[in-house]
């Protein structure tokens, strides 16, 4: 089974917002807070809380946001003591895949299936509609060179492999 979750407080109740309240060291806008959370798996939507009409429009901004806009890969990658290290983001700075696979929904998809005991259907289901799948990597670590996470996609890939079949 999978749940389609809604994400509440995507701004951390305001914390993310402050260069120096936010775990970061420097502030997040309120689109890339909501790109964040929108680019976790599963997630469907984002709660926000707004007390006037300008943080309306701030949250509603994202709508017509650009892909600089919504791109949160830099704070994330520099914050001090990061935990990221490691851990796909699903940023997509890794692209372009040499053999075209949208390598960060191939590490979404795996991550939420590495956390289930069964990879339900569903999920496989998604993954086989992706064009181009993980065991079309041929490792030649052009993606690492644009990862500012330092994930190991060729390792990832072959976990999706192994996971998924193909
Ligand atoms: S592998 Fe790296 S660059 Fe690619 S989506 Fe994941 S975190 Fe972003
Ligand atoms: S190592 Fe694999 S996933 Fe990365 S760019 Fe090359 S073919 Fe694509």
């Known amino acids: 089974m999978i749940y389609i979750i809604p994400i509440p407080k995507g701004y951390a109740a305001g914390t993310l917002l402050g260069d120096k309240e936010s775990p970061f060291e420097k502030a997040l806008t309120p ?3 909501l790109h ?7 997630v469907a939507s984002v709660m926000v809380g707004v007390s006037n009409i300008d943080q309306i429009f701030a949250a509603t901004a994202y709508v017509t946001a650009s892909h600089k806009e919504k791109d949160y890969s830099e704070i994330l990658a520099n914050a001090p003591k990061s935990s990221f290290r490691g851990h796909c983001m699903y940023c997509g700075h890794c692209a372009p895949c040499s053999q075209q696979i949208d390598i960060a929904s191939v590490n979404k998809y795996l991550d939420l299936a590495l956390i289930q005991e069964d990879v339900p259907e569903t999920l496989k289901n998604h993954y086989e509609l992706l064009e181009h799948h993980a065991g079309k990597c041929i490792g030649c670590g052009s993606c690492l060179k644009n990862c500012p996470f330092g994930v190991d996609v060729i390792h990832k890939m072959e976990q999706a492999v192994q996971l998924f079949g193909n």
Request: glycine share 0%.
């Open 31 to 33: 689109v890339q807070c």
């Open 36 to 42: 964040y959370c929108l680019t976790r798996p599963a």
